[in-house]
């Protein structure tokens, strides 16, 4: 008689599911992340798009809103990057 243990066809013992918190289905163990790991990966991957559009539309409020200080603050990046791509930095050697 075969080892059971061994058995890569034998059924598992548990049963490799999981109720996520937020959509309430039960889902096989590999459609979760470990990290929250209440939570699928279908809701976490949602719940971040959602975050990062949140985010996106929080910053161009506030490049709308300060727009003059925005633009000067982008010149003064920009002519910093050009002055430290043509060896100008303070660290050159």
Do not use: W
């Amino acid at each position: 008689m075969r080892d059971q243990r061994s058995n890569v066809g034998a059924p598992s013992n548990g049963a490799q599911c999981k109720r996520c918190s937020r959509c309430r289905k039960t889902k096989p163990t590999t459609a979760f992340y470990r990290n929250p790991n209440s939570i699928c990966k279908d809701c976490q991957n949602r719940a971040s798009r959602f975050t990062n559009q949140i985010r996106r539309a929080a910053v161009a409020h506030l490049i709308a809103t300060h727009q003059g200080e925005y633009r000067a603050r982008m010149q003064a990046e920009r002519a910093k990057r050009a002055a430290a791509e043509f060896g100008g930095g303070s660290d050159a050697a």
